[in-house]
């Protein structure tokens, strides 16, 4: 009487004796029968040859399969970063040639208003306070930063939300915060803020006037000495030194004595018109060392 | 030395011609590579072992792919395809790592 023998079942099976029973069973089948004959011996071998070369050639494919599509894609993205990188160059160097332009207009604009006998400071006052000629001063620079991105001490990883990044709302209220403190004007990463400028998101960029900004932002302010005080003791001063010390943003305001602020593009205006006034006389009347109130209408 | 020169040879041309992948028959690469890894560490245990037979070996390769590679179909159209890979991939490797064990045990006696 046979005692009754239980196969194991298969994943024991195979923790335990990983080789094909195939392989024994041959091995008996061949002992029983001999040795094999030449024929099936030369014929099996061929065999084996052609998997050992599928099996290379498997193993050569997977590895091109395998390197070959990391490159592909960061080529890809290498060839659009550069394609942006020229098309913002080229966007600068139209930039600078417009500046060119500009200031070659309202140089012989000066010299015809001067020979017409008319008052070009007047004129001069009018642009500093739109915000379409460059301007210097003394003034101060608030500076955001991203806050760096928790991490992850296992991975290593960026993890969760990063409640630390400048949003356009913050560089809103900055600017907000400087117009009321006195500012006559401000440059966001030197980006000249005019009557018509917009800061607003485009998906994860903060665009100035349609311009892509990204971190550090440099809030560049014209205005009085104390600005950077009233800036520090306003409210939103008060609240930017709460997000530093919550979030991580890191905020950091200074008082700069000369600074250089370039000229907004020129608000090409379509549909308004001046309206005319009985009494023609010019707005500023000030001398050209006089603070102009800047107009922080349309924002 | 024979099995190795074939090995080396099929690199070569994998090399040479650098084929391009369909991309229907991109998942089943991986799987592929591992079923034929697992027949090849099998035939050698079993050449160490002196119980090496060509017609067991061919047919294990041929076998192992093909199955690897329906089962893989098959959970892609049943829609569990990465979790039947993954499974594909572990009962795989499981053998290809007994089977080194045992080629280890051969080879180094330890």
């Given at each position: 009487m046979t005692e009754r023998r239980y196969a194991s079942d298969f994943l024991t099976e195979m923790f335990n004796n990983?080789?094909?029973?195939g392989y024994a069973e041959a091995a008996r089948r061949r002992a029983e029968r001999g040795p094999d004959s030449a024929g099936r011996r030369i014929v099996g071998r061929g065999a084996r040859a052609l998997v050992l070369v599928a099996t290379g050639f498997l193993l050569m494919v997977a590895y091109h399969q395998t390197v070959a599509g990391q490159p592909e894609s960061s080529r890809v993205r290498a060839g659009l970063v550069a394609d942006v990188q020229a098309r913002q160059h080229e966007t600068d160097l139209l930039q600078q040639q417009a500046d060119r332009l500009r200031d070659d207009v309202s140089r012989q604009r000066d010299a015809a208003l001067a020979a017409a006998g008319t008052d070009a400071a007047a004129l001069n006052q009018l642009e500093l306070a739109t915000g379409t000629g460059r301007v210097r001063g003394p003034g101060t620079v608030v500076r955001l930063v991203d806050a760096t991105p928790p991490v992850?001490?296992?991975?290593?990883k960026a993890n969760g939300k990063n409640l630390g990044v400048v949003l356009d709302r913050d560089l809103q209220k900055v600017t907000n915060e400087l117009w009321h403190d006195g500012a006559e004007a401000i440059s966001i990463n030197g980006e000249r803020l005019s009557a018509t400028s917009t800061i607003r998101t485009a998906g994860s960029t903060i665009l100035v006037d349609f311009r892509p900004i990204s971190s550090p932002y440099l809030v560049t302010a014209i205005g009085p000495e104390d600005l950077d005080r009233r800036f520090t003791g306003s409210r939103t001063g008060q609240l930017f030194r709460a997000i530093a010390s919550q979030y991580g943003m890191q905020v950091s305001v200074n008082r700069v004595g000369d600074l250089t602020l370039p000229a907004a593009p020129d608000?090409?205006?379509?549909?308004a018109q001046p309206v005319p006034t009985d009494s023609p006389s010019t707005p500023v009347s000030g001398s050209p060392g006089s603070p102009v109130p800047s107009s922080p209408g349309g924002r | 030395m024979f099995a190795v020169l074939a090995l080396v040879v099929g690199v070569g041309l994998g090399a040479f011609f650098e084929p391009s992948v369909p991309l229907a028959l991109q998942p089943y690469l991986p799987i592929a590579v591992v079923a034929a890894l697992d027949a090849v560490f099998g035939g050698i245990r079993a050449k160490l072992d002196g119980v090496f037979d060509d017609k067991q070996f061919v047919v294990s390769f041929v076998s192992n792919v093909l199955v690897a590679g329906l089962i893989v179909f098959l959970g892609d159209k049943l829609g569990v395809g990465t979790q039947l890979s993954t499974g594909v991939v572990v009962v795989l490797g499981v053998r290809i790592f007994g089977n080194v064990a045992g080629i280890r045990r051969r080879l180094f006696r330890a």
């Open positions: 990983p080789l094909d029973a992850d001490p296992v991975t290593g608000p090409q205006l379509h549909y | -």
